[in-house]
């Protein structure tokens, strides 16, 4: 069992930056793949970006690319991510994923565990 919490979300004007934190505990932080997706109203969870195991390998959706930045800290147990630029289309809810196949994912149906979930709107 793993559990995630996430935090970090809030209210920001376009052009703007966050930082979101997810801290897992209940396994070895180092032995799973981290993922943050969000999703919008009226629309399906979509992947934001991705992190192997090392923190070596990250990937990134277009939509996110040059603007988010993902890491993690395993000394901490925790995964982030950086947001600059932020746009109001970004305006969702930011879910951290936890996955234990080893392999860096886009699809949420693939990962194992989910936190709760942390707002993040931003205005025009």
């Known amino acids: 069992q793993v559990q995630l919490v996430e935090s970090g979300g809030g209210l920001v004007q376009a052009g703007g930056s966050l930082r979101l934190s997810c801290v897992a505990s209940?396994?070895?932080?180092?032995?799973?793949?981290m993922g943050w997706f969000r999703q919008a109203p009226g629309k399906e969870r979509e992947f934001v970006a991705a992190i192997s195991m090392s923190g070596v390998r990250t990937h990134y959706a277009d939509s996110v690319k040059g603007r988010f930045t993902i890491s993690r800290d395993n000394a901490k147990n925790t995964v982030y991510l950086q947001m600059n630029s932020l746009k109001p289309e970004d305006t969702a809810v930011y879910y951290c994923?936890?996955?234990?196949?080893?392999?860096?994912?886009?699809?949420?149906?693939?990962?194992?565990?989910w936190g709760q979930g942390t707002q993040v709107t931003v205005s025009s």
């Open positions: 209940g396994r070895t932080f180092s032995s799973y793949v």
């Open positions: 994923a936890a996955d234990f196949s080893g392999a860096v994912r886009v699809g949420a149906t693939e990962y194992d565990y």
